[in-house]
Antibody, heavy 119, light 106 residues
């Protein structure tokens, strides 16, 4: 059974760096074809894909946020970490991590974690 | 970037109705299109991938079709559990979601 769970700070001040951790089980990020992505959703708004890391450590970033994002993995800990620099109130959102496999899209999601950016 | 535009933004329907939601892409692609259902406070749930393939466990009243730039999600015999917001998503070039369609009780 695949499960994912996000964790991180609930409140940040503008210009700070956000670090989110996705702990997962039921699959290995060392398995060919597997990826873990991050998606966010501002309150009352649509979903926005942020970043994805593949089993072979290839990484993809949203073009609009690429300069502020870093995605890494610790396969031994079954964790994926997303870092976002220089946060702003517009970054207030629920952040989800999700699993995908080659040829498919995000089929298992974490419950999400709400991050608020406010001075 | 491939932009996804859903219509309508809101649809009011009754139990037993057929609901159709359309998603249009700014650039043509072949079938790398998914549909999600999201309820308030919950993560999205994958319903359909590759435009028309039902995710295991999803009721057969959900169906998807389309290719190129126009895709459709159809819900037949709408059930009380189906009142939610639905998102399309392309995964041909990165991943882009539509703005969502809320299916509300008429």
């Amino acid at each position: 059974q695949i499960t994912l769970k996000e964790s991180g700070p609930t409140l940040l001040k503008p210009t700070q760096t956000l670090t989110l951790t996705c702990n997962f089980s039921g699959f290995s990020l060392s398995t060919s074809g597997v990826g873990v992505g991050w998606i966010r959703q501002p309150p009352g708004k649509a979903l926005e894909w942020l970043a994805l890391i593949y089993w072979h450590d290839d990484k993809r970033y949203s073009p609009s946020l690429k300069s502020r994002l870093t995605i890494t993995t610790d396969t031994s800990k079954n964790q994926v970490v997303l870092t976002m620099t220089d946060v702003d109130p517009v970054d207030t959102a629920t952040y989800f991590c999700a699993h995908k496999e080659t040829g498919r899209t995000f089929d298992h999601w974490g419950q999400g974690t709400l991050v608020t950016v406010s001075s | 970037d491939i932009q996804m535009t859903q219509s309508p933004s809101i649809v009011s329907a009754s139990v037993g109705d057929r609901v159709t939601i359309t998603c249009r892409a700014s650039h043509s692609f072949i079938s790398w299109l998914a549909w999600y259902q999201q309820k308030p406070g919950k993560a999205p749930k994958l319903l359909i991938y590759k435009a028309s393939t039902l995710q295991p466990g999803v009721p057969s009243r959900f169906s998807g079709s389309g290719s190129g730039t126009e895709f459709t999600l159809t819900i037949n015999n709408l059930q009380p559990d189906d009142f939610a917001t639905y998102y399309c998503q392309q995964y041909s070039s990165f991943w882009t979601f539509g703005q969502g369609t809320k299916v509300e009780i008429k």
